[in-house]
């Protein structure tokens, strides 16, 4: 049903004629469009498995109350290979992988994600999301553990200073469900078990030690005004723990903003209860980054999820990893950006998918993020179309890269195309004198 309303068929270029007759520009030539139909995708929708048969077959006894309890939920989680191999008919590799004696990054899925995993097909976009594959383990030139040197701009652990006025807080090493693209793998899971463990089975505790460093040096650096808790998922932490984070975190008069990334709304959407609404509430200006990979995650709960959250007031943004073969395509793409906007989610960013070790399966050509955006510029709400970014290795920072619609000049007009691939002249004559001033090197 998401998709209908913007995969219906071809968009009719408008008629580039009259626009041009009214610009006073001539077309050079007639708009091609180079963009092909957006067409529906195959892996999209399809019904999960009635919620009693999978429940009976999976999860004998347990009740849909107890189906709907986060805490239920996270223990459990599928993560182990025999678990999986009841639920899911593996492939060679995934057995393999599963097999492997050490992974960096634990198997963990979601009884509510595990439903939305296709049983048979080893291809499904969200399958390839959570179950491991061997290419984990091939290290790809380029290929890092820390590609972002993430580890060399943190002052204290578990805190990023990159940016002048914010930093980034690792608030848990905890995720309900692991995405085997993770940025933060080397962080995540069994690797900062000990030391960062924070879902249900730990209490807030034995975190509140490398918490109050993290607080304290915001306190003390007055030009942090926002602050990003991410992880790990912090959504994974009690109410009560994260409240007394968010707590100590307003009490800092600088601290302009508090931000939330966390993908439970797709991977946990029964967490977002309305207890835990009334508590973020209490915290504005709160906004969250929502983590989404593709359209078949937009599912009644996660739509239920996100409203309860837009209720609270909290501004709603997204953030997508782009994936090889999971979501590299304008259909699927144009289908998670259009279906958020319903859910009242402004997509936000679009991530060339960073070079961390064992990556090379999910990376794409740079290029083809450029060309999705191209394909759904036009065709999507202007409000759904992100900012695809590299987060430059290295430690630059995200990076924005856009489609190019400007040609040049010809005379005193800029000549543009349009997303229909129609040529048009906008008369800018300051800019042209600009543009034709010979650089002289040096001063700016
Ligand atoms: C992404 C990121 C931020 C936030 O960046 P915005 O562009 O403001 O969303 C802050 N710090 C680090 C280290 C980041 O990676
Ligand atoms: S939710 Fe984020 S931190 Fe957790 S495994 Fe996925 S990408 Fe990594």
Redesign the pocket.
Known sequence: MLETAILDGEADPPDAGAAAREGGAEPEEPPSPEVPPLLPDPHFPDAPEPLARFLSRHFPGATQREWNDWRWQIANRIADAETAARLWRLSDDERAALARPRATLPLAVTPYYARLVDPCDPAQPLRRTVLPATAEDLRAPGEADDP?A?DA?SPVPGL????PN???FLATGFCSTYCRYCTRSRQVGAACAATTRGGAAAGPEGLRRRWQACLDYIARTPQVA?V?L?GGDPLTLPDAALDWLLTRLRAIRHVEIV?IGTKVPAVLPMRVTKHLARMLKKHHPLWM?LHFAHPRELTADTRQACAILADAGIPL?SQTVLLAGVNDTPQALGGLFQGLLSLRVRP??LYQCDPISGSAHFRTPVARGVEILRALRGRLSGYAMPTF?I?APG?G??IPLAPEYTLGYSGDDLVLHNYAGGLYRYPDRAGAALAARPRTGGAA
């Open positions: 972002l993430e701009c990023v200073h990159r940016y914010r930093v980034l926002d990003l991410s931000r980054s943004g936000y960013y970014v987060d430690g920072g995200k």
